[in-house]
């Protein structure tokens, strides 16, 4: 049976940071459908080069995303919402939403809702209402509601801080190949060195090597559940 993943950050390479190890681990097991979403068009992501216009930048990531989203055999998916300027209203809730029917979303991962930048708060805020919403039907999107609501997972704050994740995944098998895709987002790259002197490189090997310290893994990412009804399900008994 197939399951269909999607994963929701608020900017281009948030994904990549906290998920994409996860999502390898996902397409080695095989019956699997994956879409990324990005809320924000990351058209503020240009501080590296100040003679790019929002326009191009936006441009940019979205090619860098969908390059990471293809090599994965998945689907990407860019709402177009201003980057750093992000709101929950009715219209982004009726699109991710529409987002994970058409996905026939099974599980859904997004940034937790206790993190550094409010366009990732806002987006945990929009996945939380997303999943509630998808099988609702008195709600009308362009595509069928589901079934059930999807299971949702917050996936780790940036460098961790305020956010204890219980669930861990072990990226080991996957971590090179991660470094590898993360890569791709080379505008982001120059970026983010710009903006706080962060290597995004380095930052995913510390956060995972800590993560996988945790779990006694060598690598690992780290996410929560949502406890809220109805996005929880059973899984195996505790230690199996």
Known sequence: MTTSIVCVGAHQDDVELHCLGTLLA???RGDVEITTVTVTNGDKGGQHDLSLSHARVAEIRTAEAAAVAERLGGRYVCLDAPDELLEDTPDLRLALTDVLRAAR??????PPPVDYNVDHTVTSQLAHHACLLAPVRTIATD???LARAPQLFYTDAITGLEWQPTTYVDISPHFERKLELLELHESQMANMDQFG???LRRYAEVVGAFR???CGVAYAEAFAPALAWPRLRPGP???A
Do not use: M
């Open 26 to 28: 996902w397409r080695a």
């Open 105 to 110: 979303a099974d599980v859904v991962y997004a």
């Open 143 to 145: 595509h069928e509601p």
């Open 197 to 199: 002197g962060w290597d």
């Open 212 to 214: 996988g310290l945790q």
């Open 237 to 239: 008994l505790p230690g």
